[in-house]
């Protein structure tokens, strides 16, 4: 259960780095609303996690999906490059985290 919520707040990670980039610099009001919601979500549900993960593995595969989630997010909907070695990056992350997670003992 606890790894589904690192899962999620990684997430709500992607969401409030796409709602910050959106904001433009917190002018905008729905987005920073969003943006707001995203955050205390994902770190909520962090918090949540890390009191039965280890605070190494959580982290990196929070940070690693939210990464790679935001990049994959950026190029789909929002114009960002694509690149073959962006690709194969967010791949590495991918598995990065994957094998975090695997490798994450809880409590």
């Not at 990670?13 to 709602?19: I, L, N, Q, R």
């Not at 549900?45 to 982290?59: F, H, N, Q």
């Not at 990196?60 to 989630?69: F, K, L, M, S």
């Amino acid at each position: 259960m606890a790894w589904l919520l690192v899962v999620v707040a990684g997430l709500l990670e992607t969401g409030f780095a796409v709602c910050l980039k959106l904001s433009h610099g917190f002018t905008r009001l729905w987005p920073t609303v969003a943006f707001a919601c995203f955050a205390l979500g994902s770190f909520g549900l962090l918090t949540m996690a890390l009191k039965k993960l280890d605070v190494g593995p959580a982290y990196a595969v929070w940070t690693g999906i939210g990464a790679a989630g935001t990049a994959i997010y950026g190029m789909v909907f929002l114009g960002d490059l694509v690149s073959t070695l962006k690709l194969v990056s967010i791949s590495l992350v991918i598995l990065g985290v994957i094998g975090l997670q695997l490798s994450g003992s809880a409590h």
